[in-house]
């Protein structure tokens, strides 16, 4: 049952915001999004505040000073709508409804009102490529059978062979196995086969339905009414399929990443952006600069940039440079693409290292390159310093930095949990994702003693590492040497200075091989990608290294993976 509230609130306006509707930097302000730092919470593994060992909005809430602290614009948060919780919430049963398990409503517009007293806007998950097989259209299109008109915002499809026994084309989901599960029809007797580009549980909308236009627009303008400043668009890349549904004709697996532009008949197609077109109406209608955010895995960051068009979404995640290697020349290369790429279009370039579906940067840097997904703990010393180094070069550039929880205090993936405690969905299929995102979504530590390390008074819904006390906020605050307090001194002066943050380009200076030099207005950023120290001249004054240099007259010794900034 959808929740609604007694007096739903007024359209808040950029006044209720704090700092961040001020202009700290003697910038024009009113296209916050252009240089934000923005933080993912989420939220089962973020702060518990009932005791239940599963994070919820209260905890969230009350942990929302730490953010402030931390020097970040905005939270994202990820679903916390009412959900069978087959995918972890990204499954939503009711898109108007907050589930039992995070809270109310009421927690909802509470977690709301304290984040802009604090200065912190607040992005919200909208999963509008599929629903929950438990949402009430999809409940009622199998109770009603063939012939119901709700089956048409879905994509039901006789099957093919001679009784329909087998599914209407190859597609495969990206959790492994067909993308096709066959309905049984309210006779007992077998039935049609519906899209689930995900797990069965998640169902794929038909979005040349009018009805799941319109429905999507109005759960736009609730949350707006709500406050929200924006939302993350999840499978952004999927919502409309090419025409007929042809088969792809390839044995291999598909993955959330498109095989080339327009090549993939699910993902990427071009009809998504008259749907963007339609919200950004609706996004500018509102008082405050609200935004949306693209999760488009495309090919290109050429093809990423169709997303973020003047009449489209504001944002779209740089995933290109996620899984970019710690290498000078491929930096380097995705950097200028990215900056390429935006300028055109007038959007900001944005830098991730790490989210809730990828292994920790820190682990992924800890061993050989592997992609985004690895099982391997690596060097964990290598990895946090490398994990530092790259966290400044991403602060340095111009355009907008997403931060995921617990990276701020060098978190690595948790490569070793047993068997039993794992819930991703994926790694129960055959074939699908990797399957091991459970590692990057323990719940984090905020003390060094208690039964979950401050995360709650009832234990953890997953295992935290005995060592996880000596990483957490209370063991890392106020030590110089700490990435906590790394991150701090990082995001203070990015806020503070005034040649970085929003921004096109970049000026690259000669460096040795292994070595990035970039300069933008009073700043310049060296970054050593090699094992060994070099030399490189000095900057100007030292603002904030990932590890200590060495200043030698006119020289400075930058050790191995290590990157420093200067004011100039």
């Known amino acids: 049952m959808t929740q609604h509230l007694a007096d739903p609130p007024t359209n808040r306006s950029d006044d209720t915001l704090g700092h961040a509707s001020e202009d700290t930097r003697g910038h024009d302000r009113s296209g916050w999004w252009q240089d934000a730092v923005i933080y993912q919470v989420y939220p089962r593994s973020f702060a518990d505040g009932n005791g239940d060992g599963m994070g919820d909005l209260d905890g969230v809430r009350h942990r929302l000073p730490h953010l402030r602290d931390l020097g970040v614009d905005a939270v994202w948060l990820s679903p916390f709508y009412a959900s069978p919780q087959a995918d972890a919430g990204y499954d939503v049963a009711d898109y108007r409804a907050v589930d039992p398990m995070f809270g109310t409503l009421l927690d909802a517009d509470a977690l709301l009102r304290d984040a802009h007293d604090l200065g912190l806007r607040v992005i919200v998950d909208l999963v509008p490529n599929h629903s929950s097989a438990e949402h009430e259209w ?26 329909g026994e087998l599914p209407p084309n190859d597609w495969e989901s990206v959790f492994g196995g067909p993308a096709w599960t066959r309905t049984t029809n309210p006779d007992g007797t077998p039935g049609d086969w519906y899209l689930h580009l995900f797990a069965p ?66 993902f ?5 952006h008259e749907i963007y077109r339609q919200w950004r109406t609706i996004l500018d209608e509102y008082p405050g600069d609200r935004i949306a955010v693209a999760e488009a895995w495309t090919p290109t960051v050429e093809r990423t940039a169709h997303y973020v068009r003047p009449d489209e979404l504001h944002q779209a995640f740089n995933f290109q440079y996620l899984s970019t290697p710690w290498r000078a020349d491929a930096l380097r290369e995705v950097v200028d693409r990215s900056l390429d790429a935006m300028r055109p279009v007038g959007a900001p370039a944005t830098w991730v290292l790490s989210n809730h579906d990828v292994t920790r940067h820190t682990t992924r840097f800890a061993g050989r390159p592997g992609g985004t997904q690895t099982r391997e703990p690596g060097d964990r010393a290598l990895g946090l310093r490398r994990a530092r180094a790259a966290t400044l070069l991403m602060l340095a550039l111009p355009g907008s930095a997403y931060l995921y929880q617990g990276e701020e205090l060098g978190l690595p993936d948790v490569t070793d949990l047993p068997d039993e405690v794992r819930q991703d969905p994926s790694y129960f ?10 590692g990057c979504r323990v719940p984090i530590p905020w003390t060094r003693r208690g039964s979950s390390y401050g995360f709650g008074t009832g234990g953890s819904w997953l295992p935290q590492p005995a060592a996880w006390g000596e990483l957490s906020v209370e063991a890392q605050t106020g030590d110089p040497d700490s990435t ?20 096109s380009s970049v000026d690259w200076r000669d460096a040795p091989d292994g ?24 900057g100007g004054t030292l603002l904030l290294s990932s590890a200590p240099v060495m200043t030698d007259g006119t020289e400075t010794v930058l050790p191995g993976d290590t990157t420093a900034w200067w004011s100039v």
């Open 429 to 438: 299929r055959a074939d699908g994702q990797d399957g091991f995102r459970d």
């Open 268 to 272: 990427d197609q071009d009809g998504v």
């Open 515 to 538: 070595v990035l030099v970039l300069a933008r207005p009073g700043f310049v950023c060296a970054v050593n990608t090699t094992a060994e120290p070099v030399r490189i001249p000095t």
């Open 484 to 503: 906590l307090e790394l991150y701090r001194a990082a995001l203070r002066i990015r806020r503070d200075h005034p040649g970085l943050g929003a921004g």
């Open 138 to 163: 999809f409940r009622r299109a199998l109770r009603e059978g063939p012939g119901s008109p709700l089956r048409e915002r879905y994509h039901f499809r006789p099957g093919k062979g001679a009784h």
């Open 201 to 266: 549980e998640q169902p794929d909308f038909n979005w040349d339905h009018p009805a799941v236009a319109d429905e999507f627009r109005s759960i736009l303008r609730f949350w707006l009414d709500m406050g929200v400043d924006g939302f993350r668009v999840d499978v952004a890349h999927g919502l409309v399929k090419a025409a007929g549904l042809p088969d792809i004709g390839d044995a291999g697996r598909v993955r959330l990443l498109g095989t080339g532009d327009g090549g993939t008949p699910f």
